[in-house]
């Protein structure tokens, strides 16, 4: 690429200097409160679960 074009580049799609690359991080993202996430999802989980019975019982109610 000579002088001319590479003035044409703008600077956000200009290569960083090898210096001030950072280096690869390949860790997946995890939140920092995963355990409290976890537990809302228990949560939630025994909740369907429960609203899951109350229809099978009303069901049940209705067919007999």
Known sequence: MDKKSA???PASTAARPVE???PANNKPKVPLDSSRRALEIHL???QL???M???QDAQE???S
């Open 7 to 9: 003035k044409d580049v």
């Open 61 to 63: 109610k209705t067919v």
């Open 44 to 46: 939630v989980s025994e």
């Open 53 to 55: 019975r109350e229809v």
């Open 20 to 22: 001030k690359a950072a």
């Open 49 to 51: 679960l429960l609203m």
